[in-house]
């Protein structure tokens, strides 16, 4: 077996189980939170030995992100200049988006070297999660997945939101596709290039935005800058005539966007599947 072929299963299975033991986990598990996860996931991806593609990647994406909000503002001035930019959920979802590249570039940026470690051998198979005496992921790695994983859940919901309540409305125009589809893609895009662990149970933390963002509505009809119906910023959420409506729309949104975080747990599963596949593969063609 090559060292890329080690480096595909160590990484693979750092993200899911131990070695010879099964994948499933009681509820409630995270892997980061439990300290059972190499930190090293959460810096490089699984399919390069060479990481530097990688920060460029994550630079990239930082830059233009932040241009994206830059030109996003300017859109709102012209487009709903009675509106706060940061008061609507496709704007937070930005910043949540453009955080997340600008800590994932500053973590490789520091744990940066052209090559991985390759892990020590033990009883004959790789050591892939961190043992008993390991010492526990440190506490950036974890706040940095709860990141990701609102992140990556929030994009979903935006994108789905957008398309079932808003778009029979505003339309697709290359503005909307970029601001309410693109996140998604770049989403799914990396789910699968990197290592980041992702668990049923971690739907609480976007579960906490939900109703963060749910608080901060209500605050911005009570008091925002503009007079009546002026504060409503979706109809669904029309606290004044249709307080009913928005419990019910509030509710639907906490249901479905779970099943969206199920969504991220699959394509966190699935690129597991391909690193296994893949690693598989390759130790199959070394033995020829």
Not at 169 to 186: E, Q, R
Not at 239 to 246: F, L
């Amino acid at each position: 077996m090559s060292a890329n072929s080690h480096m595909w299963t160590m990484q693979r299975r750092n993200v899911t189980a131990a070695s010879g033991h099964s994948k499933r986990h009681p509820v409630g598990f995270s892997p980061a939170r439990d300290n059972l996860v190499d930190p090293s996931v959460f810096y490089t991806s699984p399919w390069l030995s060479n990481q530097t593609p990688y920060l460029i990647y994550r630079v990239l994406m930082a830059c233009s992100l932040l241009y994206l909000i830059r030109w996003d503002i300017q859109v709102i001035n012209v487009v709903a200049p009675d509106k706060l930019w940061i008061s609507f959920a496709t704007s937070w979802g930005i910043v949540l988006l453009t955080v997340h590249f600008i800590s994932g570039t500053t973590l490789c940026a520091y744990h940066h070297s052209t090559k991985k470690p390759r892990k020590p051998r033990i009883d004959g198979k790789l050591q892939h999660r961190l043992n008993q005496t390991s010492p526990p992921v440190p506490w950036h790695f974890k706040a940095y997945q709860t990141l990701a994983i609102i992140t990556y859940t929030s994009a979903f919901v935006i994108t789905v939101g957008y398309t079932i309540l808003l778009s029979s409305i505003h339309g697709w125009g290359t503005k909307d596709f970029i601001l309410h589809a693109m996140n998604s893609v770049i989403v799914v895009i990396d789910i699968i290039v990197s290592g980041m662990p992702a668990c049923l149970a971690d739907y609480i933390y976007f579960a906490g935005l939900i109703t963060v963002y749910v608080a901060f509505t209500i605050v911005y009809w009570l008091v925002g800058p503009n007079a009546g119906d002026g504060n409503i910023l979706y109809w669904f959420l029309d606290y004044g005539k249709a307080p009913g409506q928005a419990v019910v729309a509030i509710n639907l949104i906490f249901l479905f966007s779970l099943g969206l975080h199920c969504l991220v747990v699959g394509i966190s599963n699935a690129r597991d599947g391909m690193l296994k596949f893949v690693s598989k593969k390759e130790g199959a063609s070394q033995m020829y």
